[in-house]
């Protein structure tokens, strides 16, 4: 008895390299989209602890007297903080002071806002005079 062997024809061959190559590049293409995505969020993470930052810097009434004088007025106030190179990226906080939801002379309402890149993130808090 004679078994004949078959072999992969070119066509099969040609076939499966497209097949194998197609499932390559959708594996290469979501460890790239992930690869993205965590530089992404390292951005946003470097930028929220900035924030945070220059919020502390302004943690109590004397700290914001001193940036807006007394009492303190309403505007935005970006000289205080410098600007900050982390890996390549450049985050530039900017500090905003408004009156807050009641008695605008005892409680202030303070945005900070880091902008990088074409992004931002903003943190708020309150601050009392007591």
Do not use: H
Not at 11 to 24: D, G, K, P, T
Not at 64 to 80: C, D, H, I, K, R
Not at 100 to 128: E, H, M, R
């Amino acid at each position: 008895m004679i078994i004949k062997k078959r072999a992969l024809t070119l066509i099969e061959m040609a076939i499966s390299i497209i097949v194998l190559s197609l499932v390559f590049v959708g594996v290469v293409n979501v460890f790239n989209m992930g690869f993205k995505a965590a530089a992404k969020t390292k951005q946003k993470t470097a930028a929220c602890n900035i924030a945070r930052e220059v919020m502390e810097t302004y943690d109590d009434w004397s700290a914001l007297v001193t940036l807006a004088g007394s009492p303190p007025s309403n505007g935005t106030y970006t000289t205080p903080p410098d600007p900050v190179t982390l890996n390549g990226v450049v985050y530039t906080p900017s500090v905003v002071v408004s009156d807050g939801p009641v008695s605008p002379l005892q409680l202030k309402q303070i945005d900070v806002t880091v902008t990088w890149d074409s992004d931002s993130i903003t943190i708020t808090t309150l601050q009392a005079d007591y």
